[in-house]
T-cell receptor, first 114, second 113 residues
Framework: AQSVTQLGSHVSVSEGALVLLRCNYSSSVPPYLFWYVQYPNQGLQLLLKYTSAATLVKGINGFEAEFKKSETSFHLTKPSAHMSDAAEYFCAVSATGANSKLTFGKGITLSVRP | KAGVTQTPRYLIKTRGQQVTLSCSPISGHRSVSWYQQTPGQGLQFLFEYFSETQRNKGNFPGRFSGRQFSNSRSEMNVSTLELGDSALYLC????????????FGPGTRLLVL
């Protein structure tokens, strides 16, 4: 079984500051890991994914995440926050395999202060 | 390519009614998954269809059902609606070449009164 823990429900940063959103996972098999972003009244947009290739994954909009097996973590970072980054962010895990469901964390709301 | 489309976008129903939601996947995608999003329970997996067959099912009551057509379009049905069924219902599709990656539609927001 797979699970994801996203500590805290809300993160607030100043524009231009570092963004760090934490995600820890639990998986009984090698996992696939994902970060999705959701803007108000919209669906989920894929930011980036880890599928057992490079441990440092670069995504869209300047985001990246590093897979650390020893820490069972997949934290999302962005060097410099922009006002347009304000949204809800979800970390998700699935088991390797073609028909695997996504198991999501509870999400973190990112606010960006001017 | 056009993204995943879902219809209708908004829906209001009353308790006891039934509802059918529709999802058209990205062209060429044959796998379609459905998720329910609520403030209390977050995002929960409902079911997944591939080539008209249900491959995976989440932990939801039998009132929730789905199907997939030969053109990969999918529908989900909820019968005997309850207040707790009010949610955003998201559909996602996956391509054969990267089946682990799901692309989401904008969702259908269902309000049960």
């Amino acid at each position: 079984a797979q699970s994801v823990t996203q500590l805290g429900s809300h993160v607030s940063v100043s524009e231009g500051a570092l963004v760090l959103l934490r995600c820890n996972y639990s998986s009984s098999v090698p996992p696939y890991l994902f970060w999705y972003v959701q803007y108000p009244n919209q669906g989920l947009q894929l930011l980036l994914k880890y599928t057992s290739a490079a441990t440092l994954v670069k995504g869209i909009n300047g985001f990246e995440a590093e897979f650390k097996k020893s820490e069972t973590s997949f934290h999302l970072t962005k060097p410099s926050a922009h006002m347009s980054d304000a949204a809800e962010y979800f970390c998700a895990v699935s088991a390797t395999g073609a028909n695997s469901k996504l198991t999501f964390g509870k999400g973190i709301t990112l606010s960006v202060r001017p | 390519k056009a993204g995943v489309t879902q219809t209708p976008r908004y829906l209001i129903k009353t308790r006891g009614q039934q509802v059918t939601l529709s999802c058209s996947p990205i062209s060429g995608h044959r796998s379609v998954s459905w998720y329910q999003q609520t403030p209390g329970q977050g995002l929960q997996f409902l079911f997944e269809y591939f080539s008209e067959t249900q491959r995976n099912k989440g932990n939801f009551p039998g009132r929730f059902s789905g199907r997939q057509f030969s053109n990969s379009r999918s529908e989900m049905n909820v019968s005997t609606l309850e207040l707790g069924d009010s949610a955003l219902y998201l559909c996602a599709s996956s391509p054969l070449e990267i089946p682990e990656t799901q692309y989401f539609g904008p969702g259908t927001r269902l309000l049960v009164l």
